[in-house]
């Protein structure tokens, strides 16, 4: 069973940043285009950034100049650095591969953005 563990999340007030970590189970994670979802409630799931093995990034437009994602294959580990978040950031983050095709989904890890 190959699985993700995302971890980082938290309340944070607006303008705050938080860093999400995602750690997967196998060392094939090296070579898959990796990504970042997120679900609101009451929404679907959706992608918001993701990155190949390489290091090229794409984002939505949402969080574009917000977000970084970034990865270290070695430690099986990709991040996502939330900066100026709003309360429209607010969502279960989820990882997974871009397509979501690989591993089974991961409990995800809360963001909450609330003063």
């Known amino acids: 069973q190959v699985q993700v563990v995302e971890s980082g999340g938290g309340l944070v007030q607006p303008g705050g940043s938080l860093r999400l970590s995602c750690v997967a189970s196998?060392?094939?994670?090296?070579?898959?285009?990796m990504g970042w979802y997120r679900q609101a409630p009451g929404k679907q799931r959706k992608l918001v950034a993701d990155i190949t093995p390489d290091g090229r990034t794409t984002y939505t437009n949402s969080v574009k100049g917000r977000f970084t994602i970034s990865r270290d294959n070695a430690k099986n580990t990709m991040y996502l650095q939330m900066n100026s978040l709003i309360p429209e950031d607010t969502a279960v983050y989820y990882c997974?591969?871009?397509?979501?095709?690989?591993?089974?989904w991961g409990q995800g890890t809360h963001v909450t953005v609330s003063s």
């Open positions: 196998d060392s094939t994670f090296g070579a898959y285009r």
């Open positions: 997974n591969t871009s397509p979501a095709i690989y591993y089974d």
